[in-house]
């Protein structure tokens, strides 16, 4: 069964500093993985996506990787800001099979303390 | 077109309503995506639609739910005789091809609270 597994449930850090999340699957065929966030009561925004052959991709002070031989991604948070406070989710596409094929993750909560 | 658009923002309803809900996506998108969203979860997907052609439903769309998209564009999700369990977001994406490839985008959600 495709799954997307994230750590920590939840996470409260202070304001300026870093922060990593992660991403674990067993979804396969691997097709791309991606990181959302999503504010509290809105839809989520996509930070980053990236493919099998990709093992770092920066947004911002968003720096996403990814280990496809152990189907390990982190999603890497720099200099907190207030506004980082929200739901981080990993999504990863699946290769061919149904129309959908995406599997998401729960994700993370993740609150920015002043 | 500044992306998908979603409405209402909310809906409040007594049991038993039916309620429907719709969606805009952005205008070039053939390809449009229903999800349901409980707190604490990830998206699940309720059904997809390429065009008019709605080609998948998830098992999670009972036979109370149904969803159309008449023209190719705008959509709507109806829920009928809703139950306390339908509380949840109402997430729609779309996407100009198929999602496994590119970036799909999401509207804002339509909160529903069953009372």
């Known amino acids: 069964k495709n799954q997307v597994e994230q750590s920590p449930q939840s996470l409260i850090i202070l304001e300026g500093k870093n922060c990593t999340l992660q991403?674990?699957?067993?979804?396969?065929?691997?097709?791309?993985l991606r990181w959302y966030k999503q504010d509290t009561g809105r839809g989520p925004v996509s930070l980053t996506i990236?493919?099998?052959?990709?093992n770092t991709k920066s947004n911002g002070r968003y720096t996403a990787t990814l280990d496809a031989d152990t189907k390990q991604s982190s999603l890497h948070i720099t200099a907190s800001q207030l506004s980082d406070s929200a739901s981080y989710i990993c999504?990863?596409?699946?290769?061919?099979?149904?129309?959908?094929?995406?599997?998401f993750g729960k994700g993370t909560h993740l609150i920015i303390q002043p | 077109d500044t992306g998908v658009s979603q409405n209402p923002r909310h809906k409040i309803t007594k049991r038993g309503q039916n309620v429907t809900f719709r969606c805009d996506p952005i205008s070039e998108h053939n390809r449009l995506y229903w999800y349901r969203q409980t707190l604490g979860q990830g998206p699940e997907f309720l059904t997809y639609?390429?065009?008019?052609?709605?080609?998948?439903k998830s098992r999670l769309l009972s036979d109370r739910f149904s969803a159309e998209r008449p023209k190719g564009s705008f959509s709507t999700l109806e829920i009928q005789r809703t139950e306390q369990g339908d509380s949840a977001m109402y997430l729609c994406?779309?996407?100009?091809?198929?999602?496994?490839?590119?970036?799909?985008?999401f509207g804002q959600g339509t909160r529903l609270t069953v009372v």
């Open positions: 994406a779309s996407s100009p091809r198929d999602r496994r490839q590119t970036e799909a985008f």
């Open positions: 639609f390429q065009n008019e052609a709605q080609l998948e």
């Open positions: 991403c674990n699957y067993t979804v396969s065929p691997f097709s791309n």
């Open positions: 999504v990863v596409s699946v290769s061919g099979g149904g129309a959908d094929g995406l599997t």
């Open positions: 990236m493919t099998f052959s990709e």
